[in-house]
């Protein structure tokens, strides 16, 4: 409402964007369910796709609306540079319903599931106006409560150094730039064990992290709030975490190895 009212930012219904562009959200058979690349039918099996099987990565499953193309790359690139919450939390929304899905088809306890947006710099957020994966996840969390009748915690609790933007890097650099620049402070660890109660229940307990962010080019912003994750869990004593992906668009790579996209900016 005070989009509309007062600051005149207004955009078109995710759901029209959709049915314009003839466009329904990505079916499950379409992308990996282990790294979220685009594949075609049988590509993929128990191990992943042919681009991730056997490499290793900190998440076991990813899920997404769609690839960094057409709508999905407009509806990010509003969220991020237009301030629109509105369309964020829609997009959230729609990825916490898709999400609901997987999570329930793998029999993951929803009682132990907890949302956690990939974190900004303060500085961005001063520059843009928004913490757009922090906008996604609380819709995130809505669809996740929609899809199954549970209430799931979405809590902010990763924190980040500013670095100079990730594009510009080729991808075999992003992970050495990012890595060390996200933890969770002892102020947040703090918070979390006086003030959330349920959240730390579900910490004990061996909890589901839906770690959520806008895009994912090469991952290597996701591996780092991974670990970050980790060392928390480690060093508050709680037990192993399990990570699932929820991102709205994966950015696909280019022929000749070039990767174009917006991951960890
Ligand atoms: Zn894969």
Redo the contacts with the bound molecule.
């Keep these: 409402m005070v989009e509309d009212e007062f600051l005149d930012v207004t955009s078109q219904p995710l759901a029209d964007r959709l049915v314009g562009a003839g466009l329904g959200v990505d079916a499950g058979g379409a992308y ?1 369910w ?2 979220g ?1 685009s594949i075609g039918v049988f590509e ?1 099996d128990g191990g ?2 042919g ?2 099987r056997g490499i290793r990565q900190p998440w076991g499953q990813t899920v997404r609306l769609g690839a960094y193309v057409g709508v999905w790359a407009g509806c990010v690139h509003e969220v991020k540079y237009t301030r629109f919450g509105q369309l964020g939390h829609e997009l959230g929304v729609l990825l916490g319903r898709r999400l609901a899905r997987r999570l329930v088809d793998a029999g993951v306890d929803m009682q132990r599931v907890l949302v956690v947006p990939v974190p900004t710099s303060l500085r961005r957020r001063l520059s843009r106006g928004i913490d757009h994966p922090r906008v996604i996840a609380g819709g995130v969390g809505r669809g996740l409560g929609v899809g199954t009748g549970v209430r799931v915690p979405v809590i902010s609790v990763l924190g980040r150094k500013h670095r100079p933007s990730q594009t510009s890097l080729p991808a075999s650099e992003r992970q050495v730039s990012v890595r060390g620049t996200m933890s969770v402070s002892r102020a947040s660890a703090w918070w979390v064990r006086m003030c959330r109660p349920g959240v730390e229940r579900r910490l004990r307990a061996g909890a589901t992290v839906v770690l959520v962010d806008d895009v994912t080019t090469t991952g290597a912003t996701l591996r780092e709030a991974c670990r970050a994750l980790r060392v928390w869990a480690k060093s508050a004593g709680v037990g192993q975490l399990q990570v699932v992906l929820g991102v709205v668009a994966v950015t696909e790579e280019r022929r000749g190895g070039v990767e174009k996209g917006l991951d960890g900016v």
């Design positions: 990996c282990r790294c690349y993929s992943g796709c681009r991730c």
